[in-house]
């Protein structure tokens, strides 16, 4: 699978939008983009995926470039429940080894009052 | 429908002893992972199963762990003989393994304490 490259931490204020980046510029053809979220001594929680159209769901939309080698997940609306730390992952396929999701370090996100 | 269910959620146990974790998966999902998390530390992959079979299993350390997915019944991982080492978040994931992409759901995780 692709590797992931996210800021190590951001902040943004409750009511304003929250937009995370993720470099995966080494992605195939075949990879999707998987975002899960953990909060703290949760499990973690699927949010959103896409191959190469923007999506948009009641959690969150991502914006894939065209080139699908990065993207960009918005919170519309962040509030403190969001604070967490969230993963963009490269996910090549549903069979095999290639199956499983590889977690890299994340960001993690502060929404402050 | 339920989601991921995973027990107990918070064990004790001495060193030595055995530890085992169970994990339902989601209604119609086939396919089980095994993610542990140390104190302070990102998810590792362990283990991936599908029903009665191991399908990927290089994250799993050589000695004392072992993970089973049985015809019937939860998934389970047994951890022999455990060490303070052992001591982390042991999450368990589903899928139902329809046509790529289908989505993984995760379970809230067993803590699991050695003292």
């Known amino acids: 699978d692709a ?16 937009n995370l980046p993720c470099n995966h510029s080494t992605i195939s053809g075949n990879e999707y983009v998987y975002w899960y979220r953990q909060i703290h001594s949760q499990g973690p929680q699927y949010i959103i995926h896409g191959l190469k159209n923007n999506e948009t769901n009641e959690m969150a939309s991502l914006i894939i470039t065209e080139d699908r080698k990065s993207s960009t997940l918005i919170l519309p609306h962040a509030t403190l429940r969001d604070t967490a730390v969230y993963y963009c992952i490269v996910r090549a396929s549903n069979t095999g080894t290639a199956s499983k999701l590889t ?3 994340g960001t993690r996100l502060q929404v402050t009052l | 429908n339920a989601g991921v269910m995973q027990n107990p959620r918070h064990l004790v146990r ?11 998966p989601m209604k119609g999902h086939s396919h089980v992972y ?3 998390q140390l104190p302070e530390e990102g998810l590792k992959f362990m283990v991936y199963l599908q029903k009665e ?28 003989q455990v060490v303070r080492g052992d001591s982390a978040a042991y999450f368990c994931a589903s899928s139902p393994q329809q046509d790529l992409p289908d989505t993984i759901y995760f379970g809230e995780g067993s803590w699991l304490t050695v003292v």
């Not at chain 1, 590797?3 to 929250?18: F, L, V, Y």
């Not at chain 2, 001495?14 to 339902?24: H, I, N, V």
């Not at chain 2, 939860?74 to 951890?79: K, Y």
Request: some cysteine.
């Open chain 2, 14 to 24: 001495r060193r030595g002893q055995e530890a085992r974790l169970r994990c339902s």
């Open chain 1, 3 to 18: 590797k992931t490259t996210q800021p190590t931490s951001m902040d943004c204020a409750e009511g304003r939008a929250a």
């Open chain 2, 34 to 36: 095994w993610y542990r």
């Open chain 2, 53 to 80: 079979n191991i399908i990927d299993e290089s994250g799993m350390p050589k000695e004392r762990f072992s993970a089973e997915f049985p015809k019937e019944g939860p998934s389970i991982l047994r951890i022999q």
């Open chain 1, 103 to 105: 977690f890299g370090t």
